[in-house]
């Protein structure tokens, strides 16, 4: 039996990207493509999809070229289904939809988090890790348990990606902020007092932006980037501590874009050695979203036997959980 | 370097009985009475004050609420000592099981689910009531003695909250709770729960419709997020 490939295609927010990725897990081909952030750090759901739209046949295009492939050696089609902006899922869905269709290959939606997870997953070679999501989008805690990837903590505000990227545009600083305002943090020496947001294991972050910004212009921003830092990761670092107690498990995968910071990183690994707990995180590129995780969840489809979707059913799912989607290959 | 005190005289025969995420627990003999020593231990991920802070204020706060809420009458564990310069504190030792291992063992009936839940849901509008939240209202914190007698136990993350919004921020996460880890008896549960804490909390129209609120939000943070 010949290799398999699977075309991945995401278009959940602001990127719109394709990869193809074969059967083995090795990636043939990424390219995407990004909307530039306007004025505000929301996006615009009609200009986004006006931009994936636009975008859409070169994208798809170079994914091909760069694999060397035409369009009918894809073995199947894998597209984020949701959670994420409509418009801009309409995009991705139909895109996958008429190549399903035009060349009947095999469609397979895919949940755009656990895309995230499952490229983790297989990059760290984590067989059941506990994966730590840190993004502009997600703030997650997630462990695999009864059949279901099932969420054990998370943002009950804003996420941890935007409360530094907020608080960076407060003093000036241009999106994405959250890189900067690590190199700040480091010249801090003062710790300042800061609302600390812990319930059960999930956290709650507005508070703590809107305290920190209230301090610019009392305190040398050194020092309110520093203590922002330390409360906002420390809340983090003990809801996960807490969520692996109660599953204990034995890796913990961190990714998203935040997952870059390497105060937090050193923190995950603090906690987690004292449980005899290995933490992993991705590079850099695979932090943002991206076609390849799209594509890794399509293989893992195929590979259990699970039934494509027919044309007609490839719907999109702007709000869908984690808990909703059956996972038939773990 | 911490002085020799107290604590590790208490330490020195106790026996640990659980080490959580932020404390360890011991069962040790308090002037002859079985008793829980709870020791909040110290994180070296978090920086020296910030780590002091929090354990003192936990420590401080668990054993203010439980003794608050033992005046009262609510099923919790009787506060012995507390230490808030060493992290620890003694309470009495319930004999008992936890409520969360026992639904998952399938232990009792779906009358003795009813019974259960709805003396948990008049304990926590009475804690409610003098505006005590709990924190971390899991299954796990529940200890159900003899009798099918819910205590409530582990305030670490307890607060003191008269506003509505708080109070109906400790039930929906007790409602996660039950809809990850116990979902075939959520129903049952947490009908008879809200039942009977409707019927005793005060201000229940308040606390209910901002929860039926949070119901629907907390599962749309993502749309919220990108509207925004
Ligand atoms: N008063 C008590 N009597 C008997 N057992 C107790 C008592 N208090 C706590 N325990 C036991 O110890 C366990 C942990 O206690 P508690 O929840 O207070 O600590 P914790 O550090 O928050 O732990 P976790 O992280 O597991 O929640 C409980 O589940 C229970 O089994
Ligand atoms: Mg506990």
């Known amino acids: 039996m010949g290799r398999k490939y699977v075309l991945g295609i995401e278009s959940t927010a602001h990127t719109f990207a394709t990869a193809i990725v074969d059967d083995e897990l090795n990636i043939l081909s990424d390219v995407r493509d990004v909307v530039k952030p306007g004025e505000t750090l929301g996006i615009d759901p009609k200009l986004t999809a006006e931009h994936h739209a636009n975008v859409a046949p070169q994208v798809l295009k170079k994914a091909l070229d760069d694999a060397g492939m035409d369009i009918i050696d894809i073995d199947a089609v894998a597209y984020s289904m949701g959670p ?3 418009p801009a ?6 895109v996958a939809r008429a190549i399903a269709y035009k060349f009947k290959k095999p469609l397979y939606p895919v949940h755009h988090g656990i895309g995230h997870i499952e490229l983790t997953s297989s990059l760290l070679g984590f067989k059941d890790p506990l994966v730590v999501i840190v993004s502009g989008g997600h703030t997650s805690i997630l462990s695999f348990s009864l059949g279901r990837w099932r969420t054990y903590g ?4 804003i996420t941890l990606g935007n409360l530094m990227d907020m608080f960076a545009r407060k003093i000036g600083i241009p999106f994405p902020g959250g890189p900067k305002i690590e190199e700040i943090a480091r010249k801090g020496r003062k710790y300042i007092e800061m609302p600390y947001g812990i319930k059960g294991n999930n956290m709650v972050y507005s508070g703590l932006l809107t305290y920190a910004t209230q301090l610019i212009g009392k305190e040398p921003v050194e020092n309110i980037a520093y203590s922002l830092q330390e409360t906002a990761f420390t809340v983090l670092v003990e809801a996960t501590e807490r969520a692996l107690t109660q599953v204990s498990k034995k890796e913990i995968g961190l990714t998203g874009g935040v997952a870059s910071n390497d105060r937090l990183y050193n923190m995950m690994c603090d906690m987690a050695s004292e449980h005899g707990v290995k933490v992993g995180r991705l590079e850099k590129k695979y932090n943002s979203d991206n076609g390849v995780q799209i594509a890794v969840v399509g293989i893992l489809y195929m590979k259990s036997g699970y039934a494509p979707v027919p044309v007609e059913e490839a719907v999109i799912k702007q709000r869908i959980r984690v808990e909703e989607v059956e996972v038939p290959w773990r | 370097m ?7 005289h208490f330490l020195e025969d106790g026996v640990m009985i659980s080490k959580g995420a932020e404390s360890n627990l011991y069962k040790i003999s308090y002037y002859g009475k079985p008793a829980v020593l709870k020791y909040r231990v110290e994180k070296k991920y978090r920086i020296k004050e910030l780590d002091k802070k929090i354990r003192r204020r936990r420590t401080f706060g668990e054993a203010s609420s439980i003794y608050e809420a033992w005046k009262k009458g609510i099923n919790v564990p009787r506060l012995l000592y507390a230490d808030l310069e060493r992290y620890y504190l003694i309470m009495e030792y319930l004999e008992g099981e936890v409520l969360r291992e026992a639904i998952l063992k399938k232990k009792y009936t779906d009358e003795e689910i009813s019974v259960i ?4 849901g008049e304990m926590i509008a009475n804690l409610h009531n003098i505006d005590i939240v709990h924190g971390d209202l899991t299954t796990a914190n529940i200890i159900i003695k003899d009798e099918l007698r819910p205590y409530l136990i582990d305030f670490g993350l307890s607060e003191r909250r008269s506003d509505p919004e708080a109070k109906a921020v400790d039930i929906e996460m007790f409602y996660r709770v039950l809809e990850s880890t116990h979902t075939m008896e959520r129903e049952k549960f947490f009908n008879a729960f809200i039942q009977a804490y409707k019927k ?3 201000n229940s129209k308040e606390i209910i419709s901002r929860f039926n609120r949070i119901r629907r939000m907390g599962r749309y943070i993502e749309e919220r997020r990108r509207r925004s």
């Open chain 2, 2 to 8: 911490e002085i020799r005190g107290l604590l590790e």
């Open chain 2, 117 to 120: 839940a709805s003396s948990l």
């Open chain 1, 154 to 157: 998370e943002t009950l505000d």
């Open chain 2, 200 to 202: 005793n909390v005060l």
């Open chain 1, 89 to 94: 899922l309409r995009i991705g869905a139909t």
């Open chain 1, 84 to 86: 994420g902006l409509g």
